[in-house]
């Protein structure tokens, strides 16, 4: 398994991180792991060079944390990586910090973490950890040792991002970065935020949801035909991992056969070359083509009066009908924020006149408008 270094330490961190959210389950219960399953995965994986694991307190109904911390405890603290997560949006009251902190510990039976994130930060929860003071409460337990790496998972919109590595100071950022998203949700300035700053990047979502292992026919073919003995979803592995400030890519992984083929895409792991680049983006192309919503996103509509981000809008949804990744969705949304949603139109035809691709614009964002209220009301 391939390593990065963390930061000027000598620490080395495997390039594939094992996410611990989609564990294997029994009858499709979110909160009942597989345990003989997912315990001969994280073995496999601790045999193999992986050494980063990553769990947070919701993650399967609030049993991940505890499982991974009886899965890791036959083996010596100092040889893997644990990282958890504060769910600022679980907090009620002040106090809430240092008890579900000291519950962290309990349940993953360690006496530290060496890696420890502000849950899911966007615009809100920000206004939240600030409330109740969550990172100074943080920043001192990583002065008592408690916390060896301070960081946050995000889930807002660029500005935010920005806003939040000039306000504070933090080890790490965990980004949903992927060769689809790199345009879509803005990942590649988000990168580069973080990167300009000297803050490593942990990539979450390599393949949005499994979207990126599927993709489409076409899709597939491209890539096939490129080199046939590649899993789909190691294109989009090796994408990533192709980026220098990564420090490690999160996979949640359900079966063995998925943490083999990535155990395999990232050892002896060599960059994307500008060839390979392009097959990709002719098979995210040939995605794209697929979507029900033939956008290609040239802009040519745009400004909208109203304020719709019209090619945004488009791209979300056809990634949602073509992954079925309903929190990508969601994030997606949120991080477009609602004075550029499709409920905004207002049938004006300003933009229709400028589609390359002739989409009735208007009656598309009714469509969308009123299937995003019979999914969330």
């Given amino acids: 398994m391939d390593t990065r270094v963390y930061k ?8 594939l991180g094992f996410g611990c959210m989609r564990f294997p389950v029994i009858d499709g219960k979110a909160e009942c792991i597989d345990k003989e399953k997912a315990r001969q995965m994280l073995d496999y994986a601790l045999a193999h060079g992986v050494t980063y694991f990553d769990t947070a307190y ?3 109904r609030k049993t991940s944390e505890a499982f991974v911390g009886e899965a890791l405890a036959p083996y010596p603290r100092d040889k893997y990586f644990l990282a958890t997560k504060m769910p600022l949006f679980s907090l009620e009251k002040r106090k809430d910090v ?4 000291h519950e962290q510990l309990r349940n993953c039976r360690t006496d530290y973490f060496d890696f420890y994130l502000m849950h899911s930060m966007n615009e809100e929860l920000l206004a939240v ?5 969550v990172y100074a409460y943080l920043k001192k337990k990583q002065a008592q040792g408690k916390i060896r790496h301070l960081g946050f998972s995000f889930h807002g919109g660029t500005e935010l991002l920005e806003r939040l590595v000039t306000r504070y100071e933090f080890d790490f950022g965990q980004l949903q970065l992927n060769y689809m998203d790199w345009e879509l949700q803005d990942a590649e300035r988000q990168y580069e935020i973080l990167t300009q700053r000297n803050i490593p990047v942990i990539v979450m979502e390599p393949v949005r949801g499994g979207g990126l292992a599927s993709l489409c026919e076409k899709s597939r073919e491209i890539l096939r035909a490129a080199e046939a003995k590649a899993s789909v979803a190691s294109w989009a592995m090796r994408y990533c991992a192709s980026l220098p400030n990564v420090l490690t890519i999160l996979s949640g992984m359900t079966t063995m056969e998925q943490l ?5 895409t990232l050892s002896g792991f060599k960059p994307l070359t500008q060839e390979e680049q392009n097959v990709i983006q002719l098979a995210l192309d040939a995605f794209r083509a697929a979507c029900p919503i033939p956008c290609t996103a040239c802009g040519y509509c745009m400004e ?14 056809n990634g949602w009908l073509t992954s079925g990744d309903k929190i990508g969705y969601s994030i997606g949304l949120e991080q477009l924020g609602p ?10 035809g300003h933009c229709v006149d400028f589609c390359p691709q002739m989409i009735d614009i208007p009656e598309r964002m009714a ?4 299937e995003l209220r019979d999914m969330w009301g």
């Fill in 98 to 101: 240092d008890r579900i902190f």
């Fill in 339 to 348: 004075e550029k949603m499709a409920d905004r139109c207002t049938d004006c």
């Fill in 8 to 15: 000027k330490t000598n620490e080395q961190v495997s390039l």
């Fill in 260 to 264: 083999k083929d990535n155990i395999a």
């Fill in 304 to 317: 909208c009066p109203s304020g719709v981000d019209i090619p945004r809008v488009f791209g979300l949804h």
């Fill in 129 to 133: 950890m600030e409330k109740f003071k």
């Fill in 367 to 370: 469509k969308i408008t009123e």
């Fill in 58 to 60: 919701p993650y399967h």
